[in-house]
């Protein structure tokens, strides 16, 4: 790339005709999951676009034209066209990329640590090189999934630590969080409102004005950063909170006889009752780390979300809890659990993504190795990978026989099309679905010996 005319990025204007006559230069930093699409839909919009990551193996990969999210439909061809017309590059030099652009989006990951408490270091330590080779004039967008008041309290002082640029002088900032679900980017980055807070009225405008031309869906204008960020954790809280809600009612409807999925397809037809559905624990990038992220802020500002905290603990005891119908599925077959061998149906946190974070799965596969079981796995997107030490099956049908057990831990489309007979192959046919999916009497009807979280049997 050639090195650009900069434009002011806190000029209307300026901004307006850059979008205009696609002079405007992009630079989207981490190009995960998020990023790299985001930064394939600036690129689909006709401006150059850069994507920087220290993932050498993903850089190199992506500018040999190898398109690397194949469960995220739609994408790519939009990638082979941009690699293609010469729209977008990968880099793994930031000063380059840096320099070079006009618009920086950062897309790091916020993940936690092993005490729960969220680590910003990719964000921090990225803004604190921008610190030092930020053009002036530049315009920041902070998409990952932070703490209200993060920018205003902790990146914005980073930015300007060594004194070179001043916010609302010399560069800007703000943010346009991302709330696309895996495995649904592109169509819900073509149908999902965005919100939209920057430091002042100038910048939020700037953004707003940004993003239609990108993506031309709603814009939502928040007031500021930290409102923007505070809407963006509420969404994801308020799932994760419900499923904890209804997992700790499925416990009790177990002990009832009542089946919980027969409760919530009724209580749906109340107009105001919002469905959630029961489950072996809540997974992935965004639910979990969100909660703690709020957990965070409460502590931080001397508050407290006891709803959080508990719906959280309810939902970390899930993998116990279907480790515990599994192990009665076992007494009632009479059987001993130790040495057995059980096949886990489905290892991503959510049905039809290849993601394995905080999934699940590695809970309960790591409790049923400590009572002596041998795991075996079978999932369509991780077929002859090696996972958590376990080399995953080709193929259902082969590994039914060898096993005594099976648990269904996601709901992938391939599973809930299963027909329950397929499990009768099995040395003990004791089948535990986590996920709802199975039909009870089916299941009975066939000679299962069946266990379903939440079922009420
Ligand atoms: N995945 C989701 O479902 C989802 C949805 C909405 C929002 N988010 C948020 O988006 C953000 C990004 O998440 P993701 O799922 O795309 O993460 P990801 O792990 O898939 O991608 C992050 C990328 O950043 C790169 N990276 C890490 N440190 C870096 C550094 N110092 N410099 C340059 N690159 C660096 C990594 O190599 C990786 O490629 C997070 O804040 C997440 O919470 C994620």
């Known amino acids: ?105 950062l897309s790091l990951p916020t993940p936690i ?63 346009c969080p991302e709330n696309a679900n895996p495995g649904e980017i592109l169509h819900d980055f073509t149908t999902l409102p965005r919100l939209v807070g920057g430091i002042d009225q100038q910048s939020t405008k700037i953004i707003t004005m940004i993003y239609d031309f990108v993506f031309s869906v709603e814009l939502i204008i928040m007031p500021d950063c930290k409102t923007a960020n505070a809407v963006k954790l509420t969404t994801n809280v308020f799932r994760d909170v419900n499923i904890g809600f209804v997992n700790e009612l499925s416990l009790m409807f177990d002990k009832l006889g009542i089946d919980t999925l027969k409760v919530l397809d009724a209580a749906k037809r109340k107009y105001n009752f919002q469905i959630h559905y029961p489950g072996p624990g809540v997974g992935g990038p965004c639910l979990p780390i969100n909660s703690y992220q709020f957990l965070n802020t409460a502590t931080r500002t001397n508050s407290k979300l006891s709803i959080i905290e508990h719906g959280r603990k309810i939902n970390e005891e899930m993998p116990e809890h279907v480790v515990n119908l599994t192990l009665d599925g076992f007494k009632i077959s009479k059987k001993s659990i130790k040495d057995s061998s059980i096949l886990i149906l489905g290892i991503s946190y959510k049905p039809d993504v290849k993601d394995i974070q905080l999934s699940p799965a590695e809970m309960i596969i790591n409790k049923l190795e400590s009572l002596g079981v041998k795991i075996k796995i079978y999932d369509p997107y991780f077929k002859g990978n090696q996972v958590f030490g376990i080399n995953v099956e080709h193929n259902i049908d082969d590994v039914l026989s060898k096993v005594d057990a099976a648990i269904i831990v996601t709901a992938h489309k391939e599973f809930q099309e299963i027909n329950p007979k397929i499990f009768r192959k099995m040395k003990t046919p004791i089948l535990i679905d986590s996920r709802g999916i199975i039909d009870t009497v089916s299941a009975n009807n066939v000679g299962l010996v069946f266990r379903g979280l939440g079922r009420g049997i």
Request: some cysteine; proline content about 4%.
């Open 113 to 175: 640590n092993e005490k729960n408490i969220p680590d910003y270091s990719a964000l921090e330590s990225v803004c604190k090189q921008l610190g030092d080779i930020l053009q002036p004039n530049s315009l920041i967008v902070v998409e990952s999934t932070i703490e209200p008041g993060f920018i205003e309290n902790n990146l914005i002082s980073i930015l300007e630590e060594n004194n070179r640029l001043h916010v609302g002088k010399n560069f800007t900032i703000g943010v």
């Open 1 to 105: 790339m050639e090195k650009a005319k900069k434009i002011d990025m806190n000029n209307i204007n300026e901004v307006k005709n850059s979008l205009e006559n696609k002079s405007l230069k992009v630079c989207v930093v981490g190009i995960g999951r998020i990023g790299l699409p985001t930064a394939l839909s600036f690129a689909k919009a006709g401006l150059q676009t850069v994507g920087m990551d220290i993932n050498e193996q993903l850089v190199d990969s992506l500018n040999k034209g190898n398109f690397p999210l194949k469960d995220e439909p739609g994408y790519e061809e939009i990638f082979n066209d941009v690699i293609k017309n010469g729209k977008f590059s990968a880099t793994t030099d930031i000063n380059k990329a840096i320099s070079q652009s006009d618009l920086i989006l």
